[in-house]
Structures are given as structure tokens and as C-alpha cells.
């Protein structure tokens, strides 16, 4: 048996990757890392009394608290109204209305991709289905008008990655869950750092073309306002839904859960305007839904578990007093912080480092003087940096199915992307009344 805490912090790491590594689905893997750790704890008490009392009831106990919220149920419903909106002609409505307007800028129809997926990120809440609904038409497209392909990839990889900063964000959801930070204030802190990343690729894109003029094919075209006011038709219901769904929340004038219910009817709506709406579309939506919100809450509940036995066996206050003792800064412990996160992007994917890590790293982000609501869009913006992190970075993936890529050469187009992130961490961390400033103008 075993009683110190720095011991099993390491024990803590071996057995949990041993599991991830074996294959076990992450939720199994969290339950059982947990369970280990109770077995090598010394309780002093007899087998029977300390798998009942302890380890039942700490799991038992762990897996109501962590799922009797009405936050979830908002998650649900936003992987629905993403779900439905992913079965719609969305993607190609986004592409034909937002056409017309880019021909004058440097770069044009490059724009699309970061233009497109920070509209989609804005109504799905998730990278996956961003980065395939908008690459999916985008990158064909580009391609046979003659841009640049490492542009038209590596600006996918990154502007993909929106998903989970531009609200409604289920990283944002579920980090409000474990952290019990608001989650309309969340909503509202990721808007500006998200129309800022997005911003700083739009101008990346535009410098690029103007130094790289053969990036961008010549303009053939050109049509009168009335043609482009015509053709930007069918992205009004799109804009319609991100008012509904954020503006209700902003506003005061409902919860998260009220919102994405809202957002489910309007999606509902979206797909019987674009004529999409069908038995075989309703079908493949909620089949889905229920798979991947299954799938995130038995990732949470094993979290939750996990994070309470860290909790009973000291390890999380032995590793905040060890951290504590290195004497690092402020800023260098978050310096620390960031690079650990993007070593786990390379092997976890992005809810599992938020659940797994959140319940150490958060009492020590907030000792040192980080608030939770800056540290959650923190957390958010290194989960993207996982997304196009290699080996296992969930975007590269998605685009190498729909692109026909090499993994290497996504990779190398969307390093630029990779270093833009790097960037606006720098700045959100230099001037946090970004992050801050629309959450202080909320209507409570």
C-alpha cells in the first residue's frame, strides 16, 4: 500500500496511459485509473468495507454531482442544432453568399475558410463538424479556381480550430461544468479572441498573397451590387440563428440550455428553408447527437471520478505545493502550463485534457493569480493548438480525409496557424481585459 502523494502522482500518469494506450475508451480509462489508485492508496480498512464504502460510494457519489446539471442539457443541444445544420446545404449557401464580397481584398476567396468557419463555429460549437462542413466544399472549390493549396489547407486547419472558441463552444460547456465558472460569461469572453485570432489569420492570408501574388488566380469576374446582394441571400437565416442563439444570452434574456433549444428550432427551420429537411436527415441527426453526448458524458463522469480520488489521496494538494515550491512566476508557471498542454495535445484529445487536467491545474492556475474565467479561454486556446498538433491532432485528421493530403504536408501548411495561436495567447495574457471586457457588459 501506498500513502505518498508525489508517488502516486507519478503512479497516477504511468497507469493512465497505460490504459489510453491499450485502447480502452476513455471513459473505462478514467474509471479505472481512479479505481487503481483506491487500490494501492493504504486505507487501513478490510476489502469488503473499502470497495463498498469508499470506492462505491466515491463513484456513485461523483457521477450524480457531475451529471445533475442543466448545463449538459445545453450540451446536448448544441450537438444537436450542429448535427442538423451539418446534414443541411449550409456549407455551399456560406461559400456562394459570401463570394461576391471577397473579390477586392488581398487573398480573396482565401478568406473563405476563416470567414465560413468562424460563421459555422458560431452555430455548431464544434471543430470536427466546422473544419468537415466548410473543408468539404471550400477546399474543391479553391482548388479549381486555381488558389494556392497549402494556403487553402493551412488556412482550414487553422480557422477549423474556431469551433471551440467562437461560442456556442462544447469545450466551453463542459469546462463551465467542472470549474464552475458561468457559461454565458464564457460565452461572452471567447467572442473577441475569436474574432481576433480570426482576424490575425485573415491578415496572415493577405500579407502572404500580396508577397506570393501567383498564390491568387486573376480576377475574371466582376458583378453589380444587386447580383451580390442576390447571391448573399442565403446566408440570412445563418446570421438570423447566431442572433437568436448568442443574443438571447447576452442579452439576459435566456440560459445556455433556453438558447441552444432555440438554436435546435431555428436549425430545424434553417434545413425546411433549404428544403433539406427529411426523415433520413432527422435520423442520422439525433443518432448522432446521442452518440457523441454519450460519449462526452462518460468522458465527464470518469473525469469527475478521477478527479475526486486525486482529491481523497492528496495527490492534487501534494502537486499544487510542489508546483508552488519551485518558485516559478506568474507567467513562467503559465508558460509552463501551455507547454504541457501542448505536449498532451500530441497524444490526448482536447475534452480529455480538459477533464483530466482541469482538477489539478485549475486550484493551481487560481493561487497564482489567474482568474477561472481568463484560464477557461486559455484552456480553449490551447485545445486548438491540440487540434493541428501532430501525431494525433484531431483536425489533421479530418482534413487528411477530406483533402487527400499527406499528414506532413498538413502539417506544414498549417505551422503558420500553429504560431498565429501562439500569438494571441501572448496578447489575451498581456492585456486580459479582452477576455474580460464583453463578460463585464453582460445584463445580469
Known amino acids: 500500500m501506498i500513502s505518498d502523494p508525489l508517488t502516486l502522482t507519478v503512479l497516477l500518469f504511468v497507469i493512465l496511459f497505460t490504459f489510453l494506450l491499450s485502447g480502452l475508451w476513455i471513459g473505462f480509462s478514467l474509471f479505472s485509473t481512479g479505481i487503481t489508485l483506491m487500490l494501492l492508496y493504504n486505507f487501513n480498512l478490510p476489502p469488503a468495507i473499502f470497495i463498498w464504502n469508499k470506492i462505491g460510494g466515491l463513484m456513485a457519489n461523483s457521477i450524480w454531482n457531475s451529471t445533475d446539471s442543466w448545463s449538459l442539457a445545453s450540451l446536448s443541444l448544441f450537438i444537436l442544432m450542429g448535427e442538423l445544420l451539418y446534414e443541411t446545404d449550409l456549407s455551399s449557401k456560406l461559400f456562394n453568399g459570401l463570394v461576391p464580397w471577397l473579390t477586392k481584398v488581398p487573398g480573396r476567396l482565401l478568406h473563405i475558410n476563416v470567414i465560413a468557419c468562424s460563421m459555422f463555429a458560431a452555430v455548431s460549437g464544434s471543430s470536427a ?55 454565458g460569461k464564457l460565452f461572452a469572453a471567447g467572442i473577441l479572441p475569436g474574432l481576433m485570432l480570426g482576424g490575425f489569420y485573415s491578415t496572415y492570408i493577405a500579407i502572404y498573397s500580396l508577397i506570393n501574388p501567383a498564390t491568387v488566380p486573376k480576377e475574371t469576374t466582376k458583378q453589380s451590387l444587386k447580383e451580390k446582394l442576390i447571391a448573399s ?166 482534413i487528411q480525409g477530406i483533402s487527400n493530403e499527406t499528414t506532413s504536408n498538413i502539417i506544414k501548411y498549417s505551422f503558420p496557424f500553429f504560431l498565429i495561436m501562439i500569438l494571441a495567447i501572448v496578447i489575451l495574457t498581456l492585456f486580459p481585459e479582452i477576455v474580460y471586457y464583453l463578460p463585464n457588459q453582460m445584463i445580469h
Open 233 to 398: 441571400a442565403g446566408i440570412i437565416p445563418v446570421f438570423a440563428l447566431i442572433v437568436i442563439v448568442l443574443g438571447s444570452i447576452y442579452l439576459g434574456f435566456a440560459t445556455p440550455t433556453e438558447a441552444a433549444a432555440l438554436g435546435v428550432v431555428g436549425s430545424l427551420i434553417t434545413a425546411l428553408l433549404f428544403k433539406s429537411l427529411t426523415f433520413a436527415t432527422l435520423k442520422n441527426a439525433f443518432m448522432s447527437s446521442v452518440k457523441t453526448t454519450a460519449m462526452i458524458v462518460f468522458i465527464v463522469t470518469g473525469a469527475a471520478f478521477l478527479s475526486q480520488v486525486v482529491g481523497f489521496v492528496g495527490i492534487a494538494r501534494a502537486l499544487s505545493l510542489f508546483v508552488a515550491e519551485l518558485g516559478l512566476s506568474k507567467y513562467m508557471l503559465l508558460v509552463v502550463i501551455g507547454i504541457m498542454y501542448m505536449l498532451m495535445g500530441m497524444v490526448l484529445d482536447g475534452i480529455s485534457m480538459v477533464v483530466m487536467t482541469l482538477p489539478i491545474i485549475l486550484p493551481i492556475m487560481v493561487s497564482a493569480g489567474f482568474s477561472p474565467l481568463w484560464f477557461g479561454i486559455f484552456l480553449v486556446i490551447m485545445v486548438e493548438l491540440a487540434q493541428i498538433t501532430p501525431p494525433v491532432g484531431f483536425s489533421l485528421f479530418v
Open 129 to 183: 463538424a466546422t473544419t468537415a462542413t466548410i473543408g468539404k466544399i471550400t477546399l474543391n472549390e479553391l482548388s479549381k479556381r486555381g488558389y494556392d493549396r497549402g494556403l487553402s489547407v493551412g488556412s482550414l486547419a487553422g480557422a477549423g480550430t474556431l469551433g471551440f472558441l467562437i461560442p456556442p463552444s462544447i469545450i466551453m460547456i463542459i469546462y463551465g461544468v467542472l470549474s464552475n465558472t458561468s457559461i
